[in-house]
């Protein structure tokens, strides 16, 4: 146990359904992320959030909606999803630049 | 932008042997050097790090060293054991921006 917990685990969605993936941190932490992991790109940055602002948009469809509404949760909207967006979908923490991050377990995520 | 490489991409070695898996990153700014490790169904976690300011950093079985000037730091673990089978990824940053390498699958034969 990490202290960074996501839910749900598994999701299986079609490509016109509308979910949301949620990350919970009791750390103290200001900083959260959402990281995609597949077989071929390992650890993908998505975005990042600092003090509840977001700060990195690292070029990801606006299928994929980020929303921080405090420094403990961190939510991924999705919508209108594609086959080849399948993958492990990890949250982080951290309590500032150039610490360690502490990952969730993740949410694998198929869309069928 | 950032461009982060691990090799190699697979090591196989025997329970006792040592490992080392090298990571090299383009970024002058990067000052923070962390390893991670990720097993089977879980998030990666730090298993050691170390600062711009310091050249090598030990924690019993686990090492890493930092050639700041080639840009490239190393992970050694010695003594392999089962255990240390997983994935390890390091993850060099200057910033927020924590850039991935691409990951080294290590097996420890028994």
């Known amino acids: 146990e990490t202290g960074v917990t996501q839910t749900p685990r598994h999701l299986v969605m079609g490509m016109t359904n509308k979910k949301s993936l949620k990350c919970e941190q009791h750390?103290?932490?200001?900083?959260m992320y959402w990281y995609k992991q597949s077989a071929k790109k390992p650890l993908e940055l998505m975005f990042v959030?600092?003090?509840?602002?977001?700060?990195e948009n690292n070029s990801v469809p606006s299928r994929f909606s980020p929303e921080c509404p405090n420094s403990s949760h961190l939510f991924l909207h999705l919508h209108t999803l594609q086959p080849e967006d399948s993958a492990l979908y990890l949250c982080?923490?951290?309590?500032?630049?150039?610490?360690?991050?502490?990952f969730g377990q993740g949410t694998r995520l198929t869309v069928v | 932008g950032e461009n982060v490489e691990q090799h190699p991409s697979t090591l196989s070695v025997q329970e006792g042997d040592s490992a080392v898996i090298k990571c090299t990153y383009s970024?002058?700014?990067?000052?923070?050097f962390p390893w991670y490790k990720q097993e089977l169904g879980k998030g990666p976690q730090l298993i050691i790090d170390?600062?711009?300011?310091?050249g090598e950093k030990k924690d019993q079985r686990i090492a890493v060293t930092l050639n700041k000037t080639a840009k490239h730091f190393s992970l050694h673990i010695t003594e392999t054991q089962p255990e240390d089978s997983a994935v390890y990824f390091c993850?060099?940053?200057?910033?927020?921006?924590?850039?991935f390498g691409t990951g080294t699958r290590l097996k420890v034969l028994a």
């Open positions: 982080a923490s951290s309590q500032e630049r150039n610490t360690e991050a502490f």
């Open positions: 750390l103290g932490h200001n900083a």
């Open positions: 959030y600092s003090l509840e602002e977001r700060v």
């Open positions: 970024d002058s700014a990067s000052n923070y």
């Open positions: 170390i600062r711009s300011n310091v």
């Open positions: 993850a060099p940053s200057g910033t927020y921006k924590y850039i």
